[in-house]
């Protein structure tokens, strides 16, 4: 069994800051990537960055230069720095792990924390 944590979520003021934190345990062998979505009431749940094993990194362009994605390897876990926030990025925001176990793979999604950006 795999368990995805996030934290980190609250509320901030529009040009703010947030850190968000997800962390996967459980038993597989490579966690293959490590992404964040998220998801505002009646829209669809959409990419907001990925880091795959190898470092490599994408953002939706809405985020570029604002949000960062990081990795602490020995931790299994990802780390969303999100600056310069704006009321548009309030949203669900969800931790999804990419992982094997045994040759095969497996996506686990977190429980989402809420991220508010108001005055």
């Known amino acids: 069994q795999v368990q995805v944590m996030e934290s980190g979520g609250g509320l901030v003021q529009p040009g703010g800051s947030l850190r968000l934190s997800c962390a996967a345990s459980?038993?597989?062998?490579?966690?293959?990537?490590m992404a964040w979505y998220r998801q505002a009431p009646g829209k669809e749940r959409e990419s907001v960055a990925v880091?795959?094993?190898?470092?490599?990194?994408e953002y939706a362009d809405s985020v570029k230069g604002r949000f960062t994605i990081s990795r602490d390897y020995a931790k299994n876990t990802v780390y969303l720095q999100m600056n310069s926030l704006r009321p548009e990025d309030a949203a669900v925001y969800y931790c999804?792990?990419?992982?094997?176990?045994?040759?095969?793979?497996?996506?686990?999604w977190g429980q989402g924390t809420q991220v508010t950006v108001s005055s």
């Open positions: 880091i795959i094993s190898g470092g490599n990194t």
């Open positions: 999804n792990v990419n992982l094997s176990l045994r040759g095969a793979n497996f996506r686990y």
């Open positions: 459980g038993r597989f062998d490579i966690i293959n990537a």
